[in-house]
């Protein structure tokens, strides 16, 4: 299996907004920190934004930070935002496919479990899964100090970064994935 570009880049999107949690962040930023095009970051931008994952605000102080708390966007609900609609393979899609197993093929029905097994484990994970106590994303991802804007309204400033910590891999229980 393998995501898109604009999977991938909605990912690293959300990751970006929420270890700048605390400010309205820039597609500019988000683009030269994650190694991406404005133009195609700017339709995966639009897409988080209908979907609710992110706020944008336009204008001069203008960009986007994320619509709900990161522990409340789960990475199997953005990968399905972006990836649900895209036909697995040929035989997926009822209009391309050619294939002339498609009747007796039970292969179709081996990747669909296959899928849904792995949306199944990352809805076991969050955004904020993702980023908290990460000190190596933390590092390549924030914003320094006066380059960010602060949310309006809310009159916070960028708070000091964590003391740095390696982020130690977390495994889902094992019951968690059991259906």
Not at 22 to 49: F, G, P, W
Not at 66 to 93: H, K, N, S, W, Y
Not at 170 to 177: E, K, M, N, Q
Request: with cysteine; glycine share 6%; charged share 25%.
């Amino acid at each position: 299996m393998r995501l898109t570009i604009r999977t991938n880049l909605a990912m690293r999107c959300l990751m970006f907004c929420a270890v700048n949690n605390d400010r309205i962040v820039r597609k500019h930023d988000i683009a030269n920190l994650c190694n991406a095009s404005e133009n195609h970051l700017a339709q995966v931008v639009n897409t988080l934004a209908q979907q609710g994952f992110i706020e944008t605000q336009r204008g001069r102080s203008g960009g986007m930070r994320l619509a709900r708390p990161m522990d409340q966007i789960g990475v199997g609900e953005v990968l399905r935002a972006f990836e649900a609609t895209l036909p697995f393979a040929e035989c997926f899609d009822p209009e391309a496919n050619t294939c002339p197993l498609s009747e007796a093929c039970l292969f179709r029905d081996a990747l669909s479990v296959a899928i849904e097994a792995f949306y199944r484990a990352m809805d076991d994970w969050t955004i904020g899964d993702l980023v908290r106590d990460n000190a190596a994303l933390d590092r390549l991802l924030a914003l320094p100090g006066g380059r960010g804007l602060p949310i309006c309204g809310r009159g916070e400033a960028r708070m000091p970064p964590p003391e740095p910590r390696v982020a130690e891999p977390r495994t889902p229980a094992p019951d968690a994935r059991v259906s």
